[in-house]
């Protein structure tokens, strides 16, 4: 009976001091740190993840990464456990890239096409020109994410690739992506679905037509093998 009687009260002494532990101020949340910010207030950050006083044990840190990462400018939060009583907010923003332009109006997107508010591209952003009327767009909305990619890609890769420069990007939902070269000619791309072939492609063209044959005409590569040249305004 004394060595029940000892197991039961060293049982309620762990659960007790367990529980103790549990509820010590000590490992209470005192402290949000936030780190990673550029243009957002970390201040409103902490203040959003609202964690002070919760339970280092039981602090929900999925669920504010996710009520963070509602935000238009943050591309990823990651929320971390500093012991005894510290929560690290880790933030990565969405950086400027290009301008969509729709309607006359010009809107900040990052490279994976997400409409951003508050902050600016560099001067010489480059611009897509949205062929069509769609509703006024707000941060947060998301234009046609392959096409800001490809963009990214075309004007990355084409100054070495083809020699060739890019003088206007244009979106139409008919015929996706194509740009206006330096060269006088247009190309049509459609999306980045067999890039690498499509670029393939259009260097062996140029090559066996020369780049005076194409000058003023549509090259247009949306079909893989079967590509065509075209009047400009056909």
Same mark, same amino acid.
């Given at each position: 009976?004394?060595?029940?009687?000892?197991?039961?009260?060293?049982?309620?002494?762990?659960?007790?001091?367990?529980?103790?532990?549990?509820?010590?101020?000590?490992?209470?949340?005192?402290?949000?740190?936030?780190?990673?910010?550029?243009?957002?207030?970390?201040?409103?950050?902490?203040?959003?993840?609202?964690?002070?006083?919760?339970?280092?044990?039981?602090?929900?840190?999925?669920?504010?990464?996710?009520?963070?990462?509602?935000?238009?400018?943050?591309?990823?939060?990651?929320?971390?456990?500093?012991?005894?009583?510290?929560?690290?907010?880790?933030?990565?923003?969405?950086?400027?890239?290009?301008?969509?332009?729709?309607?006359?109006?010009?809107?900040?997107?990052?490279?994976?096409?997400?409409?951003?508010?508050?902050?600016?591209?560099?001067?010489?952003?480059?611009?897509?020109?949205?062929?069509?009327?769609?509703?006024?767009?707000?941060?947060?909305? !998301? *234009?046609?994410? +392959?096409?800001?990619? =490809?963009?990214?890609? /075309?004007?990355?890769?084409?100054?070495?690739? %083809?020699?060739? $420069?890019?003088?206007?990007?244009?979106?139409?939902?008919?015929?996706?992506?194509?740009?206006?070269?330096?060269?006088?000619?247009? !190309? *049509?791309?459609? +999306?980045?679905?067999? =890039?690498?072939?499509? /670029?393939?492609?259009?260097?062996?063209?140029? %090559?066996?037509? $020369?780049?005076?044959?194409?000058?003023?005409?549509?090259?247009?590569?949306?079909?893989?093998?079967?590509?065509?040249?075209?009047?400009?305004?056909?």
């Amino acid at each position: 009976l004394w060595r029940l009687c000892l197991a039961g009260l060293c049982l309620a002494g762990t659960i007790g001091g367990g529980l103790a532990l549990y509820l010590a101020p000590v490992v209470r949340v005192q402290t949000v740190e936030v780190t990673g910010t550029q243009t957002l207030d970390p201040y409103t950050l902490a203040e959003m993840a609202d964690l002070n006083g919760s339970s280092m044990f039981t602090t929900p840190l999925e669920e504010t990464e996710n009520r963070l990462e509602t935000l238009p400018m943050v591309k990823s939060a990651r929320a971390e456990r500093r012991w005894p009583h510290t929560i690290r907010l880790v933030i990565e923003e969405r950086q400027p890239w290009a301008y969509w332009h729709s309607d006359d109006t010009d809107y900040v997107v990052d490279a994976d096409g997400v409409v951003l508010e508050g902050a600016m591209p560099e001067p010489d952003a480059p611009v897509i020109y949205y062929e069509g009327r769609s509703p006024q767009l707000q941060a947060g909305d !998301v *234009v046609d994410a +392959d096409a800001v990619r =490809l963009a990214q890609r /075309l004007l990355d890769s084409l100054p070495t690739t %083809l020699n060739v $420069g890019v003088i206007r990007l244009e979106f139409s939902d008919r015929e996706g992506l194509s740009l206006l070269t330096d060269a006088g000619y247009r !190309v *049509v791309l459609g +999306d980045s679905y067999s =890039l690498d072939y499509k /670029l393939a492609v259009w260097q062996a063209l140029e %090559l066996k037509l $020369g780049r005076d044959a194409i000058q003023g005409q549509v090259l247009d590569l949306r079909f893989g093998d079967r590509p065509s040249l075209r009047e400009r305004g056909d």
